[in-house]
C-alpha cells in the first residue's frame, strides 16, 4: 500500500521547498514591514481601516492592523494562505489524474494490480508533502522573524492556525481532484479548479451579512478564520471537522468518477 | 481456459464504430498476432482487455476473469505485463525510479537480465529519452514481474534493428517458458517472423482469424524484376502470379552499340518461391527483389479494397489461392 503515494510525495518534494521558500519570503516581508507601518501612525487602525474601500475590508476579512496578529492574518494568512495557497492546492490537486491521462502514463499505472480508487487515493494523499512541508517551514520563519523585530506573537497561535489549515488546503486539492476526474485534459482541469476555487471565495466572502450568507457554507474559506485563531485564539473543531468532511466527499466522489469512467488515449 | 477470451465485443464512440462484435481467443502459451491497419481498432480491444475502456456491448476474459469486474481483473494483473503503443511513464524520474516504483507494486523477478537485454538509460531522466528508449524501459516492465501474459500494442516500432531482433529472439524464449503472447501490429513481416496465430481486423470487424502460414500463403509476395530482354506478359502466366504489370523500356545505342531492350516487371506472387526461379532461369537479369507484401496490399487483394466493404460482401474471400 501506498507507493504510489510515495512515489508521488518524493516527487514533490522539491517543489513544496521552493513553495515554502516562496511563502516565507512572504511571510517575512509582512513581518518586516509592519513596525515601520505601525510607527508611521499615531492611531493604525483608524487610519488604515479608513484607507481601505468597505468592499475590500469585507473581502479579505480584515478586522485590525492595531498588532502584528492582525496585520498578519490579513496581510499573510488570508491573502497568502486562503486565496494563494488555495488556489495552488487546487491547481495540483487538478493535475493530478487529468495530466497521468492527458500523457498517457494512466495507461502504464493501471495495467499494474492497483485499483482506480487506490490510485485516485493515493494521488491525493501525495499532496500532504506541499501541504505539510509549508505549514511546518513557514510558521517558524514567522515565529523567529516576529520576535526579531520586537513584535513576539503566540507560538500556540501560530501553531494552531497552521494545523488548521491543513484540512483546509487539502479541501481545496480535493477541489481540484474532482475536476481532475471530470476532464481528461489538464489545462482545462486547472483552470476548471482555479475558477471554482475562487469563485467560491468570492462567493463565502461577498454573501457575508447578507440574506444570502448561508449559501457561502458551502466554500471551505468559511471554516479556516485566520482572524479568530490570531487575535482571539479561538479554535472551532467543528469547523475542522467539517473541512475534512468536505473532502472525503470530494475524495470519494473522484473515486467513483474515475472508475466509471473511459481512460482517454 | 483461454487466456484471453472475447466475445461479440463492440466499442461504439457514437461516430465512430471502433470495434464491432469483435469475437476470438488466445490460448495459453501462443503468440497471437493482431494484425490491423493503423486505426482498424486494435487499440480499442487491447486497451478494452486492460478494463481501461468499458465495452459498449459483448464480453472480455482476461485469465479467465471478467474485464468489467474490476477486483476480477487486478488479480489478473498480477500475471500481465502490458506495453502501450505509446508507453509514457514520469518525465522528471529517472528510469531506475520508475523502475522501483513497478517493483513496489507488482514485485520485480527478473528486472537485471531484462536490463541486459535491452539497455534503457537507467540514470537519465526519462525527459531526456528517446522513443526507443522509453520503449524499451516499457519492455522492462513489462515483463520484470514475470506475467504469464503479455499484451503488447505495436512492440517493436521505434526500436533500432539490433534490439528488434533480441525483441524477437527474447518473445520466442518466452513462449518456450509458457508465457502467452498478443501483440498488436500493422506490419506482416514482423507477425510472420513471431505469431502462431494471426486475427486480422479491420474497420473494428473482425476479418479472419488463422495460422500464420495460411496467412503467408495468402497474403504473397511483391516482386519486381528487370531483365535485358524481351519478356511477354503470356510467359508470367504461372501459378500465383496476380497483379502483373510490365514495361518495355528501350535504351537507344550508347556505349554498347546497338539498342537494347529492357523489361520491367512487377507482380504479386503467392507460389513457391522455388519454381519462380526456376521458371526465371531462362531470362538474363539485371535485377530481382521478393519483398514482403504490405498489409494494405493483402486487404486490398483478400478483402476487397473499398474501405465500405462489409463482412456479408467480402468477393475477394471467393478467390483466395489455397483455400486458406
Not at chain 1, 135 to 152: D, H, Q
Not at chain 1, 220 to 242: C, K, T
Not at chain 2, 246 to 261: A, H
Amino acid at each position: 500500500m501506498l507507493e504510489l503515494a510515495r512515489y508521488d510525495g518524493r516527487q514533490r518534494l522539491k517543489g513544496s521547498l521552493y513553495l515554502s521558500a516562496a511563502m516565507s519570503l512572504l511571510a517575512v516581508t509582512v513581518v518586516w514591514i509592519y513596525p515601520s507601518f505601525s510607527g508611521s501612525f499615531d492611531d493604525v487602525d483608524e487610519e488604515f481601516l479608513q484607507a481601505y474601500p468597505e468592499g475590500v475590508i469585507q473581502l479579505f476579512d480584515i478586522r485590525t492592523m492595531a498588532s502584528l496578529e492582525g496585520f498578519l492574518a490579513f496581510e499573510l494568512y488570508v491573502f497568502g494562505w486562503t486565496i494563494l495557497l488555495g488556489l495552488y492546492l487546487a491547481y495540483l490537486g487538478a493535475g493530478t489524474i487529468a495530466d497521468d491521462v492527458e500523457r498517457g502514463r494512466m495507461d502504464v499505472l493501471l495495467s499494474m494490480p492497483i485499483s482506480r480508487a487506490r490510485t485516485v487515493a493515493e494521488k491525493f494523499a501525495s499532496l500532504a508533502v506541499p501541504i505539510i512541508v509549508v505549514n511546518v517551514v513557514t510558521p517558524i520563519v514567522v515565529f523567529v522573524a516576529a520576535t526579531l523585530v520586537g513584535e513576539p506573537i503566540s507560538a500556540a497561535d501560530l501553531v494552531a492556525l497552521h494545523a488548521l489549515s491543513v484540512p483546509y488546503l487539502f479541501a481545496c486539492g480535493a477541489i481540484g481532484l474532482v475536476a481532475s476526474v471530470a476532464v481528461d485534459r489538464v489545462g482545462i482541469a486547472q483552470r476548471l479548479a482555479l475558477g471554482i476555487t475562487f469563485g467560491l471565495f468570492m462567493l463565502e466572502s461577498l454573501l457575508t451579512g447578507t440574506d444570502y450568507e448561508s449559501v457561502g457554507a458551502v466554500a471551505p474559506m468559511r471554516y479556516f478564520d485566520p482572524n479568530a485563531v490570531l487575535l482571539e485564539s479561538s479554535i472551532d473543531p467543528v469547523h475542522a471537522g467539517i473541512l475534512v468532511a468536505m473532502t472525503l466527499v470530494l475524495v470519494v466522489t473522484s473515486q467513483r468518477w474515475f472508475e466509471r469512467s473511459d481512460i482517454a488515449s | 481456459m483461454a487466456a484471453i477470451e472475447l466475445e461479440g465485443l463492440t466499442k461504439d464512440y457514437g461516430e465512430v464504430l471502433a470495434n464491432d462484435g469483435v469475437t476470438f481467443s488466445v490460448e495459453r502459451g501462443e503468440i497471437f498476432g493482431y494484425l490491423g491497419p493503423n486505426g482498424a481498432g486494435k487499440t480499442t480491444t487491447i486497451r478494452t482487455l486492460l478494463g481501461l475502456l468499458a465495452p459498449t456491448a459483448g464480453t472480455a476474459r482476461v485469465l479467465g476473469r471478467d474485464v468489467t469486474d474490476e477486483d476480477a481483473l487486478l488479480e489478473a494483473k498480477r500475471q500481465l505485463g502490458y506495453l502501450p503503443d505509446a508507453p509514457a511513464f514520469d518525465e522528471t524520474a529517472t528510469g531506475r525510479e520508475v523502475l522501483e516504483l513497478h517493483a513496489a507494486i507488482k514485485g520485480d523477478e527478473r528486472s537485471e537480465a531484462l536490463l541486459e537485454l535491452f539497455e534503457p538509460p537507467l540514470d537519465r531522466p526519462v525527459r531526456d529519452y528517446s522513443h526507443g528508449n522509453v520503449r524499451k524501459l516499457g519492455l522492462v516492465t513489462t515483463f520484470m514481474h514475470d506475467p504469464e501474459l503479455v499484451i503488447l500494442d505495436e512492440p517493436t516500432s521505434g526500436l533500432d534493428p539490433l534490439i528488434q531482433h533480441r525483441f524477437a529472439e527474447f518473445l520466442r524464449e518466452e513462449r518456450e517458458r509458457g508465457v502467452t503472447v498478443f501483440f498488436s501490429s500493422h506490419v506482416l513481416s514482423e507477425v510472420r517472423r513471431l505469431c502462431d496465430r494471426v486475427g486480422i481486423i479491420r474497420n473494428g470487424r473482425l476479418v479472419t482469424v488463422e495460422p500464420v502460414e495460411s496467412l503467408l500463403d495468402r497474403s504473397g509476395k511483391v516482386v519486381r524484376l528487370r531483365a535485358a530482354a524481351s519478356i511477354s506478359r503470356e510467359a508470367l502466366a504461372i501459378d500465383g502470379v496476380h497483379d502483373l504489370e510490365t514495361s518495355v523500356v528501350r535504351t537507344g545505342g550508347d556505349s554498347d552499340g546497338e539498342g537494347s531492350e529492357i523489361t520491367e516487371c512487377t507482380f504479386t506472387f503467392t507460389g513457391d518461391v522455388n519454381a519462380l526461379l526456376a521458371h526465371l532461369r531462362e531470362y538474363r537479369l539485371l535485377d530481382l527483389s521478393i519483398e514482403e507484401a504490405p498489409l494494405e496490399g493483402v486487404f486490398m487483394r483478400f478483402y476487397g479494397g473499398e474501405e465500405s466493404t462489409d463482412a456479408e460482401s467480402k468477393p475477394g474471400l471467393t478467390e483466395r489461392p489455397g483455400g486458406g
